[in-house]
């Protein structure tokens, strides 16, 4: 069973983690000695490792994502590192996610998946029978001496690599705003607060409301009907990669077929009658491919550079506002996670430094959660130093 885990920073170096899905007990881990967000001085923990006066708070992004599915059908025991009385992580049990085995857009649903778009879901079944499709005569073509074995699994892995993005773009929550979200503090003081008339909360800076998730995403690009799914802070990563992956498959195929095509000169790489037609079909569906990825791929490496996604820049060109946009560029981090750069071309959920910053809202859980870890922290501070009362630690 692959649970839901979440990370979150505090102090600094010193990350815990906030993993609702685990049954341990969040008193045991309360012994690590990792000083209080918004401590201004230097404290050394258990490993001795200092801290400085930054509080960042960071969680992954899987939510609800097919992990959530599996955790449904199995169970498992998954071991974590660097953690608990000796280690760097702080693990949180409790569950701020619905553990039905349904599927839907609410938050009561255990499995992200939109159900309210019919060509939504014909168009995303559309795209695993295309790729299937390309992958399919590739093969044939290897298995025909058209091409070499290794040509073909080189485009095989491709597909599955796109494929898997696919899924999981269409599977993962791509920012929903829960029912209990509320603003951050930053967002208090310096920014001016919105309510969702359709959701009836609290509306995060650049987030949507989607007609047809019937929920409010966080940084809303757009709703893509290829997905089946709105791409949003939750699943960027995954709608991008599978947009790389799929733009080079479509390049890998053309520069195969085209070789061929140019360079055959012997009978065993030339095809026959219905491989002819094959790829006649396939040359066509890559060309199609290409251009639409192409332009996509733009369009979301614009939206990160100038930090104005897909609806704010067609509303700012229909009031002639474009060039007064004042977002700020989306960081890597905050798309790809803090993970090993390695990590970055794999559809895995990324780890993000600071959740609340990342998808523009908190919720009385996370911080609730950090309350209590905060007075234990104090309470191990006032030990460590025989007992003195230090006094209270600013808020957060």
């Known amino acids: 069973m692959q649970q839901d885990v979440r990370y979150r920073r505090v102090g600094g170096d010193q990350p815990y983690r906030d993993d609702p899905n685990d049954s341990a007990r969040f008193e045991s881990f309360a012994e690590a000695g990792l000083r209080s967000p918004g401590h201004t001085g230097t404290v050394k923990n258990s490993l001795g490792i200092g801290d400085d006066h ?18 449904c059908l199995s ?10 009385l000796n280690g760097r992580y702080y693990r949180d049990d409790f569950n701020d996610y619905s553990w039905r085995c ?27 029978i295309l790729l299937g499709y390309s992958s399919l005569t590739i093969t044939l073509l290897a298995q025909t001496g058209g091409i070499d074995v290794y040509q073909s699994f080189i485009y095989t892995i491709m597909v599955t690599m796109a494929l898997t993005c696919h899924i999981k773009t269409t599977l993962t929550d791509p920012g929903s705003v829960p029912a209990s979200a509320v603003p951050t503090e930053e967002q ?17 800076p650049l987030s949507h409301h989607c007609r047809i998730c019937n929920r409010c995403i966080s940084r809303m690009d757009h709703h893509c009907p290829w997905m089946n799914n709105c791409v949003g802070a939750g699943n960027i990563k995954h709608f991008f990669l599978f947009l790389i992956y ?29 491989l002819t037609q094959l790829v006649r079909i396939m040359t066509l569906l890559c060309i199609a491919a290409f251009l639409f990825t192409s332009s996509m791929i733009m369009n979301v490496v614009y939206g990160i550079i100038t930090g104005v996604g897909t609806i704010d820049r067609l509303k700012k060109k ?7 946009s004042i977002e700020e560029p989306v960081r890597l981090v905050d798309i790809f996670g803090i993970g090993p750069w390695y990590t970055w071309p794999i559809p895995i959920d990324p780890i993000f ?12 859980q996370r911080l609730l959660r950090e309350q209590i870890l905060r007075e234990k922290q104090d309470q191990q501070l006032q030990q460590r130093n025989g007992g003195v009362n230090m006094g209270k ?3 957060v």
Do not use: H
């Open 54 to 71: 930054n509080k960042v708070r960071g969680t992954a992004s899987s939510i609800m994502s097919f992990k959530t599915l599996s955790s």
């Open 102 to 128: 349904s599927a839907g857009t609410t938050d009561e649903d255990g499995i992200w998946l939109n159900q309210n778009d019919g060509a939504g879901t014909i168009m995303c079944l559309m795209v695993w």
């Open 246 to 274: 799929t733009w080079s498959c479509s390049v890998y195929c053309l520069l195969l077929l085209g070789w061929n095509y140019f360079f055959c000169a012997s009978d065993d790489c030339e095809f026959n009658l219905v």
């Open 318 to 324: 229909a009031t002639n506002t474009i060039n007064d």
């Open 188 to 204: 208090r003081k310096y920014e001016k607060l919105s309510m969702c008339s359709q959701c009836q909360t609290f509306k995060p």
């Open 353 to 364: 430094e600071d959740i609340d910053y990342v998808m523009g809202f908190s919720t009385p």
């Open 393 to 395: 630690l600013p808020p």
């Open 75 to 84: 169970s498992n025991s998954r071991g974590r590192v660097d953690e608990g």
